[in-house]
């Protein structure tokens, strides 16, 4: 059974930094894209990162460049997000979620981890 | 002001048809895959649409997709009360190189 468990979120300082794990299970890992995608309160789905296979190719969305960096352990199946630079902006549930076919087609979704940035 | 755009809200009763567009652009629909989600609030969304209009194993018929140009469309037949969720579309975006999704409808089983 294909299982994705985040952990990592909490209450973070504005200016701070944080960083996301999630714990994949039940499928060969190296053999998938991995992404993080979050849902701010009130708001949609929006795309922060996607890891190739291996880690080595990375993509990220335009909100969140420059302070975003996804990285991939495929020796202990874990996928990470490290952000920087935090404001009330980034406060939401972020997901991992794992790409079908390396399309950006998610089959299979965390439960989320929320992250709230407040003094 | 999300990159592919989609109504904010659609309603339509319990055993009709309703669709949820999905516009975008050469950039993105028109050049790439589209992806559906559900999304109920509490719980991971859900797959239902890749690949334009496939439907992974477990999604009803009730489901499809299909894709012209650069806008794409969701079908949802016999409606029922358990489909009252938001639906998102998703797609990658060649000029900005990144995943991007609509900003989602809300759709409500009257």
């Known amino acids: 059974e294909v299982q994705l468990v985040e952990s990592g979120g909490g209450l973070v300082r504005p200016g701070g930094s944080m960083r996301l794990s999630c714990e994949a299970s039940?499928?060969?890992?190296?053999?998938?894209?991995m992404a993080w995608v979050r849902q701010a309160p009130g708001k949609g789905l929006e795309f922060l990162a996607q890891?190739?296979?291996?880690?080595?190719?990375?993509y990220y969305g335009a909100s969140v460049k420059g302070r975003v960096t996804i990285s991939k352990d495929n020796s202990r199946n874990i996928l990470f997000l490290q952000m920087d630079g935090l404001t009330a902006d980034d406060t939401a549930l972020y997901y991992c979620?794992?790409?079908?076919?390396?399309?950006?087609?998610?089959?299979?979704w965390g439960q989320g981890t929320l992250v709230t940035v407040s003094s | 002001q999300s990159v592919l755009t989609q109504p904010p809200s659609v309603s339509a009763a319990p055993g009709q048809r309703v669709t949820i567009s999905c516009s975008g652009s050469?950039?993105?629909?028109?050049?790439?895959?589209v992806s559906w989600y559900q999304h109920l609030p509490g719980t991971a969304p859900r797959l239902l649409i890749y690949?334009?209009?496939e439907r992974p194993s477990g999604i009803p018929d009730r489901f499809s997709a299909s894709k012209s140009g650069a806008s794409a469309t969701l079908a949802i037949t016999g409606l029922q009360a358990g489909d009252e969720a938001h639906y998102f579309c998703?797609?990658?975006?060649?000029?900005?190189?990144?995943?991007?999704f609509g900003g989602g409808t809300k759709l409500t089983v009257l």
């Open positions: 979620a794992r790409d079908l076919r390396q399309q950006l087609e998610y089959d299979y």
């Open positions: 039940g499928f060969t890992f190296s053999r998938h894209s």
């Open positions: 890891s190739s296979p291996t880690g080595e190719t990375a």
């Open positions: 050469s950039s993105n629909i028109a050049n790439a895959f």
């Open positions: 690949n334009n209009s």
């Open positions: 998703e797609s990658w975006d060649h000029n900005l190189r990144a995943g991007v």
